[in-house]
């Protein structure tokens, strides 16, 4: 056991003791600013809403002591209602987000959602820049689940713009995001993520990472993370996506091509100064016979491609 | 009052708009996406509770190859827990124990995709969410890839995240991971040598990785600091048993193997850090920095014996010996700044920084009929440190038009270092190479009129020194979108391209790929909706080969790959008098290649400079299948609390050059669904 792990018990407590003193803290005081009515008036007009509200997340921002009039209840998303009241309803005289552009649907989300990680790159984010809003995916009236408020299940929702990932997920080799055994969001960010830490840091976009920083598929295929005495180094500079279609394939180890030869080959030809010795990516010896049909699986005696403790070649 | 009648009606309408819409984009037939019971649910006490449970059997029939449909789909007969929901939420906000349980399962039983969510919290005090997965995954690895390594194994996946006080400035976070990886599988390798015979042995796969970790987060006035530190673990105990066969799959040589064993446990353990830092100056800048750095580290050891006759047929036994430790630092940092100087803009900048240097020796031994034999040394190590900043900008000038584009530059220096039989690694030469990319991105997005947008961006780059002949060099890609949205119809329409071409002196590699696609949905009243949409992805990649074929070097051949993927899917759903949901969809995929008719035969021989090689490659230039699946599901109301539901999905897979995979299978349930 090392130091920081014999840290941990005292780090715990520490933390403990923290949390609590803060907690017994006064709650804050009511911003009772001129213009808010209180959600127990928006019942009287909207009491669909109010009805089920206790089942959604927001719902705690109305019961929780020392959140502020400007944060709590209906008035915490849709501002100071009374004016709205005084007007008997209409979407001029409050915060409609039907009627938000998609950056001041963003703005106004943020005020609350803006400090996890996991969202540290909204505003840079493909969906951002595309005017993809908070509401174009999340429901908060009339949600798919109150579990993340989806508007529906998540496969759907993506689908919903990327037409062409629901036709690489219709191949016959896919991951099973379909059948609802995994969720778009195990692999990707759409609040958009940091610069991946394989292919130059530019490519792909949006999508999230595993515990050393790499590509999401090893949060799941723990065995080809290594680190291996010889790695593969296309897994590692250039990722997974080097050889294999995540989201669909002809072939059913999800390759690029549908016969595992041709992606070997399209980088083993020796030409250039490609490689990690700059030299060409090593071309096959010349026991291989490509006139042989055994000789065109390459995986069956390059059995550890993705990195060996045992053979340089990935023999064992 | 008028105007919250109005206001409920409008409510019971999306109500029903949205629950027609889960229902036709249900992708598998089952379980039924419509519920028992009210979704008001029935209030007990403080708490208010929903659930609905659906119990059936599951049933299916395969004519054809049953490899390719458990790759494929894989469901079986049986009863299930088809899937069921429970809510049970305080009504106040104030539940002594909890103030919401939710739980969500599928497929409990046996099905091969079985799933349950789990979240207990009570505001302010605590949130525990548990999320388990498993899933029997059947890989033959099919007649396309050799028919070899084949995988029957379950995999479970369960993670747990614990938070006290989720609602406080001061926060603690416990979790832990697992996820192992247990079945049958068969292998292959070769023994004596390098050109010796392949063999398919039995492996009896136990992988086991672990993470645990402890966090916390803290707030004070507009800056949140979070820490996790986590240790995760790995041991793979996987036992390989002797070949099904004495003999290879090479019948003309006399390689033989009459006894094996073989065992290579590994243990693994990853010790990490993450920091994040995220700092609100002004309502209008935002600065976040997110700090990584973790120790991977890897020990192993392998033992061989095998016994038989060479390819020569000499009498042979072998045992190798290997041990080492292969070890993986990384360390990343990012540090984006946002700022909002006017609602109009918004300007990012983001700097990433990637180290990792991989490096390992081992010791490896082997003994040649009782004589010491080879005995090496290897080290090896890749180094890998990558530098990037992102510049963003968009402006939105007027509600119905903005424009954004950004500018990317990326500096990566790899070092590398392969040795065999050294006594020191300090003496090693390592070989270095420094790549650079410049990539820029411009864009408009258009609203013309509020129902209506548009998108369409352009991004060019170009890498000096890409790593591999297929990388990204000089690429440029296009995106186009439009959509139109209304509360009763929509429709949509996207373009994407991506052009890479990575070219030497000698050879050549292009590829070129193109989607189009079309969607729409029309709901023409409450309880009835369709929905249908095309796609078209387009890929064709021209690579230069150079390989040996008849012990002679054949240079200057092409790999041109053709894939042309056409799929349409459609669906309707209709609820008839409140009491009967029906639902009917369809979904093919073809890929019709070139549009060639028989395997060895290449519609653009010129890119085949080899003529001798046409009958050996041509047949991979393509791959044209097809693939559909229409489905009918059914369900009607009994009662307040209970549902009858029967459902059928067909899967046809043909391929039109080998006829070895092709299938056709039923699979269907019939099943209830009661809420108490």
Same mark, same amino acid.
């Given at each position: 056991m090392g130091p920081a792990q014999s840290a941990l018990p005292l780090i715990f407590v520490l933390l403990i003791g923290l949390t609590t003193a803060l907690r017994a803290q006064p709650p804050a005081r009511s911003n009772s600013v001129n213009g808010f009515a209180g959600s127990n008036v928006c019942r009287t007009c909207h009491p669909n809403v109010a009805l089920q509200f206790f089942r959604n997340p927001h719902n705690k921002s109305s019961v929780l002591p020392g959140v502020s009039l400007e944060n709590a209840g209906c008035e915490g998303c849709h501002g100071p209602g009374k004016k709205h009241v005084d007007a008997k309803g209409g979407k001029e005289s409050i915060v409609a987000f039907s009627d938000l552009p998609a950056g001041g649907i963003l703005d106004a989300c943020l005020?609350?959602?803006?400090?996890?990680a996991n969202r540290a790159n909204i505003r840079r984010s493909s969906h951002s820049q595309a005017d993809v809003a908070c509401t174009s995916c999340h429901s908060i009236h009339q949600p798919e689940s109150n579990r993340s408020l989806l508007a529906k299940r998540q496969a759907e929702v993506c689908y919903g713009c990327h037409n062409d990932v629901r036709a690489q997920f219709a191949q016959t080799s896919k991951h099973r995001v379909n059948e609802g055994f995994m969720t778009c969001s195990d692999c990707h960010n759409p609040h958009g993520a940091n610069s991946p830490s394989w292919k130059m840091g530019r490519r792909p976009l949006m999508v999230d990472t595993s515990l050393q920083n790499e590509q999401p598929c090893l949060k799941c295929h723990t065995d080809k993370r290594g680190p291996f005495l010889y790695e593969h180094a296309a897994v590692r500079v250039d990722g997974c996506e080097s050889c294999h279609s995540p989201h669909g394939s002809m072939n059913a180890r999800l390759l690029k091509r549908p016969i595992v030869f041709t992606v070997c080959l399209e980088c083993h030809n020796g030409a250039g100064s490609f490689g990690r010795q700059s030299n060409g990516v090593t071309i096959q010896s010349a026991s291989h016979n490509m006139a042989d049909p055994r000789f065109r699986n390459c995986t069956t005696c390059h059995i550890r491609i993705h990195g060996s403790n045992a053979d340089r070649t990935f023999l064992r | 009052m008028n105007k919250a009648f109005n206001s409920m009606r409008h409510a019971r309408l999306v109500a029903a708009l949205v629950l027609a819409n889960q229902a036709v984009a249900q992708p598998t037939v089952a379980p039924t996406p419509e519920t028992a019971g009210s979704p008001r649910g029935d209030n007990w006490g403080e708490y208010n509770i929903t659930n609905s449970w659906e119990i059936g059997y599951r049933f299916h029939s395969v004519d054809g190859n049953t490899g390719k449909y458990r790759s494929d789909v894989n469901f079986g007969n049986g009863v299930r827990l088809l899937g069921g929901s429970l809510g049970v939420h305080s009504r106040n906000g104030r539940g002594k124990l909890f103030d919401e349980l939710l739980l969500d399962v599928q497929g409990i039983g046996n099905d091969p995709y079985q799933l349950s969510s789990f979240r207990l919290q009570k505001n302010s005090l605590y949130r525990y969410d548990l999320l388990w997965r498993s899933n029997e995954y059947f890989n033959p690895s099919l007649t396309v890839a050799g028919g070899n390594h084949l995988l029957a194994t379950n995999r479970q996946l369960q993670d747990h995240d614990f938070t006290l006080l989720p609602q406080s400035k001061a926060r603690l976070r416990i979790g832990f991971s697992n996820n192992g990886q247990n079945g049958a599988g068969l292998w292959t390798g070769q023994w004596f040598d390098t050109r010796g015979d392949e063999y398919t042995y039995l492996a009896d796969l136990r992988r086991t990785q672990r993470e645990y970790r402890i966090g916390g987060d803290l707030e004070w006035r507009r800056v949140k600091l979070s820490v996790t530190r986590g240790w995760e673990s790995f041991k793979d105990d996987t036992r390989f048993g002797r070949p099904l066969l004495a003999a290879g799959a090479n019948l003309v040589d006399r390689n033989t193997l009459t006894s094996f064993r073989r065992d290579e446990p590994v243990r693994g353990r990853t010790p990490y850090w993450r920091v994040h830092l995220h700092s609100e100056a002004a309502a209008s800048f935002t600065v976040q920095g997110r700090l990584t750095h973790s120790d991977g580290q890897r020990d192993f050891v392998f033992d061989e014996f095998a016994q038989g006759t060479d390819r020569l047929g000499s009498e042979r036994n072998r045992q190798v010996l290997l041990s080492g430790r292969g070890r993986r630092p990384v360390t990343t940092g990012h540090l984006t700044f946002s700022w909002r100087p006017s609602p109009q803009w918004t300007l990012t900048n983001q700097t990433g920084y990637y180290k990792s240097r991989m490096d390992g020796e081992g010791r490896y031994s082997e003994l040649n009929n009782g004589n010491t034999g080879l005995t090496l040394v290897s080290f090896q190590s890749l180094g890998i440190r990558t530098i990037s900043n992102t510049s963003d900008a968009s402006w939105q000038p007027q509600k119905w038009v903005g424009v954004f584009g950004n500018y990317h530059f990326s500096e990566r220096w790899i070092q590398s270092t392969e040795l065999l039989e050294v006594e020191l690694p300090s003496g090693s030469k390592p070989n270095e190479q420094v790549n650079r990319m410049h990539s820029g991105t411009g864009g408009v997005r258009l609203q013309p009129v509020k129902p209506l947008r548009i998108s369409f961006s352009a991004e060019a780059g170009r890498n000096d020194k890409p790593f591999y002949p297929t990388s990204d060099k000089d690429f440029h890609a296009l995106n186009a979108r439009a959509q139109y949205r209304l509360a009763k119809y929509n429709i949509s329409a996207d373009y994407r391209s991506f052009n890479n071409s990575n070219s030497t002196s000698l050879f050549v590699h292009s590829s070129v790929g193109r989607s189009w696609s079309a969607n729409g949905g029309w709901t023409p009243r409450a309880g009835v909706q369709l929905d249908a949409g095309y796609s078209y992805i387009h890929l064709d990649t021209l690579t230069g080969l150079a390989y040996f074929a008849n012990f002679a070097q054949v240079d200057g051949d092409r790999s041109y790959y053709v894939s042309n993927l056409h799929t349409i899917h459609a669906g309707i759903q209709v609820r008839a008098k409140k009491r009967v949901d029906i639902y009917g969809g369809f979904v093919r995929t073809q890929d019709r290649g070139d549009g060639r008719s028989v395997a060895n035969q290449p519609a653009r021989p010129e890119f085949l400079l080899n003529p001798a090689t046409v009958s050996q490659f041509a047949g991979v230039q393509v791959f044209p299948v097809s693939y559909q699946s229409p489905l009918f599901r059914l369900s009607v109301v009994l009662h307040r609390n209970l549902r009858w539901n029967a459902g059928w999905q067909y899967y046809d897979y043909t391929e039109k050059? !080998?006829? !070895?995979?092709d299938y056709t299978a039923h699979t269907g349930y019939v099943s209830l669904s009661y809420s108490f």
């Open positions: 005020r609350c959602h803006s400090k996890d | 050059f !080998l006829k !070895l995979q």
